[in-house]
């Protein structure tokens, strides 16, 4: 008898496929959005930002795809159903994009000049937010 939280063989490894195209389209998200308005690939900052994202991620999609992959097949349609739900995703895309786009300026123009232990401390709580909100 299979349990709720399992799927099928074929389910899974089409899940797996799904998600690691998807991952893989990460590097060039970043490198178009940040590091390409940067026009430099000297960009610490956005690497160490990226990892803070993805390595934490990787390991929250072992552990669903052990413990619950039903729930990373829902998360993986990513289509919403409430209106109101649809149109802050519609909202928040380019404000997202913007952000990449931004900090990727702002490196290539020099706007701001953040210190490198402010940079740290930031990606430190962006890091530990992220485990409190795995926990």
């Given at each position: 008898?299979?349990?709720?939280?399992e799927?099928?063989?074929?389910?899974r490894?089409?899940?797996?496929?799904?998600?690691?195209?998807?991952?893989?389209?990460?590097?060039?998200?970043?490198g178009?959005?940040?590091?390409?308005?940067?026009?430099?690939?000297?960009?610490?900052?956005?690497?160490?930002?990226?990892?803070?994202l993805?390595?934490?991620?990787?390991?929250?999609?072992?552990?669903?795809?052990?413990?619950?992959?039903?729930?990373?097949?829902?998360?993986?349609?990513?289509?919403?159903?409430v209106k109101?739900?649809?149109l802050?995703q519609?909202?928040?895309?380019?404000?997202?994009?913007?952000?990449?786009?931004i900090?990727?300026?702002?490196?290539?123009?020099?706007?701001?000049?953040?210190?490198?232990?402010e940079?740290i401390?930031?990606?430190i709580?962006?890091?530990?937010?992220?485990?409190?909100?795995?926990?």
């Amino acid at each position: 008898m299979e349990r709720k939280s399992e799927i099928t063989t074929d389910n899974r490894r089409s899940l797996i496929i799904k998600l690691l195209t998807r991952f893989s389209l990460v590097p060039l998200f970043i490198g178009l959005f940040t590091l390409l308005p940067a026009g430099t690939f000297n960009y610490w900052q956005a690497y160490m930002y990226f990892s803070i994202l993805v390595v934490p991620m990787i390991f929250v999609l072992f552990y669903f795809l052990k413990r619950d992959p039903k729930f990373l097949e829902r998360r993986a349609k990513g289509t919403e159903k409430v209106k109101e739900q649809k149109l802050i995703q519609l909202i928040n895309l380019p404000v997202f994009i913007a952000a990449f786009i931004i900090t990727g300026l702002d490196r290539r123009f020099g706007w701001s000049d953040v210190p490198v232990a402010e940079i740290i401390i930031t990606d430190i709580v962006i890091f530990v937010g992220y485990i409190i909100i795995l926990r």
